[in-house]
């Protein structure tokens, strides 16, 4: 899909919240949204002076706003970004929908902690290894504890933007025993660009979780999509 031409959207004369309108509906993601109402009607929509919306301190961001915080405070970062490094970096990324998706379960300080990684000098971002995407996971079931095992490498499923990680207990993997396998144990998602979990689910194949993922940001259904 073509990139929207804002220099055009902005001589034609239309307002901030046309250009909004008429941009999202040539497919234009919220990322390049916001870069074209900053260099085109000097929109800034994050104020970097306001501690309020400070990626540094997410506890204070209502989670309505920790998607445009999280991408506006990117913007910030990197003021001579063009336009065009704007959108390679969301076309890689995928980023305004899952800081979206992340900002609708309230999980603020996920949305924005990707900012951790992102370059001092350019637009660009420290994607997390295979290694550092199972520890996230190993994390989550306390592997540590002893009790649950993330399962070997043959059974990880890759993707461009991550990993998902299947897990039993360590009596099953180590023995065989059937008596012993865990249930309900759901495969996790682990995203390398915004380093966030998602626990998906049992009920479907990882397919359909992955497809949710990939259209939407999220592996489960959510409310505003």
């Not at 009920?203 to 993922?213: I, L």
């Amino acid at each position: 899909m073509a990139a929207v031409d804002f220099a055009h959207l902005h001589s034609r004369g239309l307002r901030p919240d046309e250009a909004v309108l008429e941009a999202a509906s040539e497919g234009a993601s919220r990322l390049e949204i916001m870069k074209g109402l900053w260099d085109h009607w000097n929109v800034n929509l994050v104020q970097p002076d306001n501690p309020s919306t400070d990626p540094a301190g997410y506890p204070t961001v209502v989670a309505r706003d920790a998607a445009n915080v999280a991408l506006g405070a990117l913007l910030i970062k990197y003021p001579k970004a063009t336009a065009a490094e704007v959108a390679a970096f969301e076309a890689v990324t995928d980023m305004s929908q899952k800081v979206h998706a992340l900002a609708m379960e309230n999980r603020v300080a996920d949305a924005i902690a990707f900012h951790e990684r992102l370059a001092e000098d350019r637009l660009a971002l420290r994607t997390l290894s295979a290694d550092e995407c199972r520890e996230i996971a190993a994390a989550h079931i306390d592997e540590a504890g002893g009790v649950l095992r993330i399962q070997d490498d043959s059974s990880t499923l890759r993707y461009s933007w991550g990993f998902i990680f299947l897990y039993q207990s360590v009596a099953y993997l180590d023995t065989g025993d059937f008596s012993q396998m865990v249930a309900g144990n759901s495969p996790l998602l682990v995203d390398r660009f915004t380093g966030a979990l998602w626990v998906t689910g049992t009920a479907e194949r990882p397919d359909f979780y992955v497809e949710n993922y990939e259209r939407t940001g999220s592996p489960n259904p959510i409310l505003d999509a």
